[in-house]
């Protein structure tokens, strides 16, 4: 009996097959939208909370601790106050943890049409501790070095042996910092995580960009312009303001490198903090609760995340109501198109109870008919949501990183 509806029931749609095509796209595009956005969401929260939840804590200085966690996890943020290397060995000091600190403050600049994107200073630790690997080239071997993120290398097309320029904070202050030209050693193996974006330097890197550090030409030698000098004699040399900094760390002029200053007093953006056990990370942030509240404060950003998403996510329900708003209206002009045509069937009704089919059997016929279109509808919105949420995840990452 029941193959026989199904059978029936076929035949049926295929004759109808435009009005049926019609009714399975309505359905399918209703359920589309709520199924594609949930699933979207869902994919937003996993990536947004992963990256949070694996690092464990964020210590800088006082201020907005979303601003620090969000410029520590993806640091394309607002910049927060900058605290110091002096954090930074304070928490490798109390054993309690490892310390990587982070210094964001510059892009680099554009290149091949493509936009500067955040130079990140840091230490071979940060490599470690999120499981970053080389795809091709070396690491950081001298100051000057850098490795690329993997988007990076694609959308600018760089490659190791390639050069990069630093932007200047001010474009219009000439007293300011100085561009450096920084070569390039490696490209990072693709890690879908912000890490894929940005330029990594070394931390002594980043101070002469800062103007902390910097190297000078010889000036003792016969074959330098006087009008770099200001007063030469047998046993000094003044130079004059035409001697500037060296915008290139080469083999042939790293030596004449140098910090000014304490590397104590040196600014660092964040420092992240790899607790070596749960009790460790539990008597650091009483540290920072207790003895250090003055100067600096210690954030989880899996919390500072959470929270944030609770706000953020309240969209969601205005997603849900109007998709909920939206199937309703569609069920509505479904059932009207549904009971139009069967009025418009009542001759092939008749038809059939005149050759014996009872009212049981062309109900279950017209039921057939209904359940088979639903049920195509709901395989193509699923699957038109999977593929969208392929065809999505890497433009959704491009938002979050």
């Keep these: 009996m029941l193959r026989n509806a199904f059978y029936l029931a076929l035949r049926s749609l295929w004759w109808y097959r435009g009005r049926a095509i019609t ?31 694996s690092t464990p804590l964020v210590i800088g200085a006082k201020g907005s601790r979303i601003d620090l966690a969000l410029l520590a996890l993806y640091f394309d943020t607002i910049p927060p106050d900058a605290t110091t290397m002096a954090e930074a060995n304070y928490i490798q000091d109390t054993g309690f943890a490892t310390a990587m600190p982070v210094h964001v403050a510059y892009r680099t600049q554009s290149i091949n049409n493509q936009d500067g994107v955040p130079i990140v200073g840091t230490t071979l630790e940060y490599f470690e501790f999120r499981d970053l690997y080389l795809a091709e080239g070396n690491g950081l071997a001298m100051l000057g070095d850098c490795v690329v993120g993997s988007n990076v290398a ?36 693709k890690s879908n995580s912000p890490d894929d974006d940005v330029v990594f330097i070394d931390l002594k ?23 770099m000098l200001l ?16 915008t290139e760390i080469t083999a042939d002029n790293i030596d004449s490198f140098h910090l000014h200053g304490r590397e104590e007093t040196f600014p660092i953006s964040a420092v992240i903090a790899n607790p070596h056990s749960r009790k460790d990370q539990t008597l650091l942030l ?29 969209v969601e329900r205005l997603v849900w109501l109007s998709s909920i708003l939206s199937a309703f209206v569609t069920a509505l002009l479904l059932g009207l198109v549904l009971l139009l045509s069967i009025r418009l069937r009542a001759a092939e009704m ?49 938002l979050l990183f």
């Design 286 to 314: 009483g540290r920072y609760a207790s003895a250090r509240t003055e100067t600096a404060q210690c954030v989880k950003p899996a919390g500072v995340v959470h929270d944030l998403l609770n706000i953020v996510f309240r």
């Design 231 to 246: 007063e030469k004699s047998e046993t000094s040399v003044t130079a004059s303001a035409a001697v500037l900094p060296f």
């Design 23 to 53: 009714i399975v796209l309505c359905l399918a595009l209703t359920l589309w939208l709520p199924i594609t956005v949930r699933l979207l969401l869902n994919q937003f929260r996993t990536d947004i909370v992963s990256r949070a939840e």
């Design 205 to 227: 890197t980043a101070w002469i960009i800062d103007g902390i550090g910097h190297g000078h030409q010889e000036l003792a030698h016969e074959s330098v312009d006087d009008g």
């Design 350 to 398: 008749q038809t059939m109870h005149k050759l014996g089919c009872s009212r049981a059997t062309i109900v279950s016929l017209i039921g057939t008919e209904i359940f088979l279109m639903t049920l195509a509808g709901i395989l193509l919105a699923l699957s038109a949501a999977w593929l969208s949420k392929l065809a999505a995840a890497d433009w959704l990452r491009s």
């Design 154 to 189: 694609s959308r600018m097309n760089l490659k190791p042996g390639d050069k990069i320029l630093s932007a200047p904070k001010n474009a219009f202050n000439l007293a300011g910092d100085y561009p450096l030209r920084m070569n390039i050693t490696g490209v990072l193996a």
